[in-house]
């Protein structure tokens, strides 16, 4: 199972329908913040695919949730923007929030910066901003075999 992981689109709409299309095996989609009117468009645009969205701190007025805990292959994921846990300062807070929710997989946004990590057991992705012409994208295929983890340029 791939899914595609994408943050701080900031109304970018036509990156978000391009990471989208550029990753065809994706039957999951995480938006973790900070673009929901266009996450929740394309949502509508791809109706065979699973939406997840979470709230970001640009996302005024916004009734999604801060948080999700999913359970996808077998795994289970902790979905922030991490606004929250103050990840600008370091990733101790965010990594503590997924360890008390028995996360196999951490993925968070709000930096802007594109990372992966694997921490004593927990898979961590920042797959960066989607906006602009540096922008970046993630995905997370999870498989019998294990969990990959993968930053993408858009381009």
């Known amino acids: 199972m791939r899914m595609l992981v994408v943050s701080d689109t900031h ?20 938006h973790l913040g900070d673009g929901q009117p266009e996450a929740e468009e394309e949502k509508r645009a791809f109706p065979g695919k699973q939406f997840y969205l979470v709230r970001g701190n640009c996302d005024w007025g916004s ?23 103050n990840v600008k300062f370091g990733l ?4 503590c929030a997924a360890r008390e929710q028995k996360a196999d997989i ?26 602009g012409s540096m922008g970046t994208y993630g995905y997370v295929d999870i498989t019998p ?8 340029h858009l381009r």
């Open 106 to 131: 951490l993925l968070f946004g709000h930096t802007h910066e594109a990372l992966t990590d694997y921490v004593d057991g927990l898979y961590i992705m920042n797959p960066g901003s989607l906006h």
């Open 145 to 152: 075999a294990g969990i990959v983890t993968n930053i993408v």
């Open 92 to 95: 101790d807070e965010v990594i």
């Open 63 to 85: 009734k999604l949730p801060a948080h999700l805990l999913l359970e996808l292959g077998g795994k289970k994921i902790f979905l922030t923007h991490g606004y929250a846990e």
């Open 11 to 30: 109304r970018d709409q036509w990156a978000l329908q391009k990471a989208i299309l550029s990753q065809p095996k994706a039957d999951v989609v995480v």
